[in-house]
């Protein structure tokens, strides 16, 4: 069953001459026929070829069959009670975009990754002439991540729509489909961020290479435009999109989160510099042994970033309910600095804090905006969703300061002596974090945290001299 165009040619209305008229071929009670309505023709769309990926903005989503909205869907909400279930196996759902894209991928999130899902995937520019894109036909399944669908590799050959089509068939047990959320990816104009990421390896929740722990991305891989739509992508306003729900692949056995964070790597690609250790890919604070300052790669640290925090969760126990980490020092084992961004669901701002532990010891916590608690109020001086902030965590010797500055520049700080936390003995090692570090495990499986970061500056004194 088609769907109507919304970009249809107006009807042609005809105008109706008068009786006396009709038929007349003169005579002075002849009126002139009048002039009957210009035909309206929509502007064609035409095709767009652009080498970037990033969300494409969706103003409907529509059981075709009739024309219900599926709010859960176009809301993009995952939490444990939005999702659509198709009322029959075989159903037939209509993504409208706000605007004509060059469509690269897709990414559908099953409420059943358990189970195969069967479909096919068409793309239009007026609703009404479809074309079958190169998609799997069917999902994977016993899996933990969303469904990646990618069109003719991202390339120039990828198709510009206005309307997607996922024709549904149910799954592997011959049942309908539920689906938590539909996104679409591509372009319809250039757009570039100013992060340098040649100095950072990014780990991410999949597991490309199955060996049961999440995959890391190498600062080559970084630099040369490595993107994957459901956990680090390009927005369209020039950020860096850092985004997991509470599943995923970990990095290790002992971490019990799941994450999209960048790793400092001062080596810069350059391989023969082993990741650990106190040598060229790791920096150390100045009031560390004289050899360690003579190995490392740089010594005392800033990192500067500008974010905004575009969705935390709301599932879980209430402990880790609406809580990421956007910012680390990471010790050998220790964290000298856990920045914290947490918003509960009843706030309407998020506060901000930070968690300092003491090397082989326990953690300190500063609060810096707002309270930590799991019932706080409301931080009337808050940081909402969606609100760009900045933040530096600065290191020199044993003087461990943090800035937080609000989109009005009203700046909170702190400050903390770690000269009893053991961070100066020799071998200890450090490299910064950014990004999401999502310290929920509890959640609904589909629940997520994002944040965009339009900054991340890392500087070491005699890193890059």
Request: glycine content about 8%.
């Amino acid at each position: 069953m088609r769907i109507n165009n919304v970009l249809s040619l107006t009807v042609l209305h005809l105008a109706l001459l008068s009786a006396a008229g009709c038929g007349s071929s003169g005579g002075s009670n002849n009126e002139p026929a009048p002039p009957t309505d210009p035909i309206v023709t929509p502007t064609p769309i035409e095709d767009i070829d652009c080498s970037v990926s990033y969300p494409l903005a969706i103003t409907d989503i529509y059981e075709q069959t009739n024309k219900t909205s599926l709010p859960a869907l176009h809301d993009l909400i995952k939490t444990n009670d939005s999702s659509w279930q198709a009322t029959n196996a075989d159903s037939v759902v209509v993504v409208e975009l706000e605007e004509p894209g060059q469509l690269k991928e897709l990414v559908i999130t099953w409420r059943d990754m358990n189970v195969s899902h069967l479909f096919e995937v068409y793309a239009s520019k007026d609703a009404e002439h479809w074309d079958l894109l190169d998609g799997p036909g069917q999902s994977q399944k016993q899996q933990l991540i969303p469904d990646l669908v990618q069109f003719d590799g991202n390339g120039s050959n990828a198709p510009t729509a206005r309307y997607i089509k996922l024709e549904l068939a149910g799954n592997e047990l011959s049942m309908p489909s539920e689906l938590v959320e539909i996104e679409a990816f591509g372009c319809a104009k250039e757009v570039a961020h100013n992060i340098e990421l040649i100095d950072w390896y990014l780990s991410v929740p999949t597991d490309e290479d199955g060996n049961g722990r999440s995959d890391s991305i190498s600062e080559t891989a970084l630099a040369d435009g490595y993107f994957d739509p459901r956990f680090f992508s390009l927005s369209e306003s020039g950020g860096l999109i850092f985004s997991t729900s509470v599943s995923g692949y970990k990095t290790s056995t002992n971490t019990k989160y799941v994450r999209s964070e960048l790793r400092e790597m001062l080596r810069r690609g350059n391989t023969s510099y082993k990741t650990q250790g106190v040598n060229q890919n790791n920096w150390v604070f100045s009031s560390a042994p004289q050899s360690d300052l003579d190995n490392a790669g740089g010594i005392d640290g800033l990192l500067e970033a500008e974010l905004e925090v575009n969705h935390v969760t709301t599932t879980g126990e209430a402990y880790q309910v609406g809580r990421l980490v956007i910012g680390q020092i990471h010790a050998n084992d220790d964290e000298p600095i856990r920045l914290y961004y947490r918003k509960l669901p009843d706030n309407t701002n998020g506060s901000v804090y930070f968690a300092h532990e003491i090397q082989g010891g326990d953690d300190i916590n500063f609060e810096m905006i707002g309270s930590r608690d799991n019932d706080a109020d409301n931080p009337e001086n808050g940081i909402p969703l969606n609100e760009p902030f900045s933040y530096s965590i600065n290191v020199e010797g044993n003087v461990l300061s943090v800035i937080i500055t609000k989109n009005d520049g009203t700046k909170f700080e702190k400050q903390v002596d770690m000269s009893a936390s053991g961070y100066d003995v020799g071998g200890q090692y450090m490299y910064f974090k950014a990004g999401v570090y999502h310290l929920n495990n509890s959640g609904d499986q589909h629940d997520y945290v994002k944040a965009t970061f339009y900054k991340i500056e890392n500087s070491h004194n005699g890193y890059l001299e």
